[in-house]
């Protein structure tokens, strides 16, 4: 059964500083994707990210993928106080066209 | 920008009584999804749908759940006899093939 992990859940960091935010899964898998959730918002996408060695940057923000490790990073340069949400990455099942698992989520914070 | 649009966006209903979860995925996606969001929890697959039936369902979506196409356009969720653990935000997505999915905006789901 597919398990996705993220780490770290609650993160507060200071604008202008980087960080990266992990997830790891634990069967294998050929998609995966990020997603970010304001409070009491729906889930906006961020990142498809479908083949080993992937990296996609948008803004501050970059994912890349290591499908041999399982695991995806989502890397945040030079925070802002807008990027302030929940990011989820989600992954789907290799077994099912269909079904996508989801993490925890990580609750970023970013102060002055 | 196309949108997944779902109605209502907060229901109020007693203990075994009936709903119906609305959604308007975008046109050409040919994918749905129903996926939810128990409060401040993860966000977790319920039924896919497609060519007009269910693709893969999850052990939530048990006899209680049904979903349905009737005209083309809208693709409910129907929850017959809702219990108070059905309290939740649902989400209803869409997408074309294997790229990301489209979320609505949410409808939140108060069983009381």
């Known amino acids: 059964e597919l398990k996705v992990e993220q780490n770290p859940l609650f993160l507060s960091m200071q604008e202008g500083k980087n960080y990266t935010i992990y997830c790891n899964y634990s069967t294998t898998s050929d998609r995966l994707y990020w997603y970010r959730q304001d409070p009491g918002k729906s889930l906006e996408s961020l990142f498809v990210l479908l083949s080993n060695g992937a990296v996609k940057q948008e803004g501050r923000l970059m994912a890349s993928l290591d499908t041999k490790a399982r695991l995806s990073t989502l890397h945040i340069t030079a925070a802002v106080h807008d990027l302030s949400a929940t990011y989820f990455c989600?992954?789907?099942?290799?077994?099912?066209?269909?079904?996508?698992?989801f993490g925890p989520g990580t609750s970023l914070s970013v102060i002055p | 920008e196309p949108e997944v649009t779902q109605t209502p966006s907060h229901q109020v209903t007693q203990m075994g009584q009936e709903v119906i979860l609305r959604c308007v995925p975008i046109?050409?996606?040919?994918?749905f999804y129903w996926y939810r969001q128990i409060l401040g929890q993860k966000v977790e697959f319920l039924v896919s749908f497609y060519n007009n039936e269910i693709s893969e369902k999850s052990e939530i979506f048990d006899d209680q759940f049904s979903v349905e196409r009737p005209d083309g356009s809208n693709f409910t969720l129907k929850i017959r006899s809702t219990k108070l653990e059905d309290s939740a935000m649902y989400f209803c997505a869409s997408r074309r093939q294997i790229y990301g999915y489209t979320f609505g905006s949410g409808t939140r789901l108060t069983v009381v």
């Open positions: 046109s050409n996606h040919l994918y």
């Open positions: 989600a992954v789907g099942e290799e077994t099912s066209y269909d079904k996508v698992i």
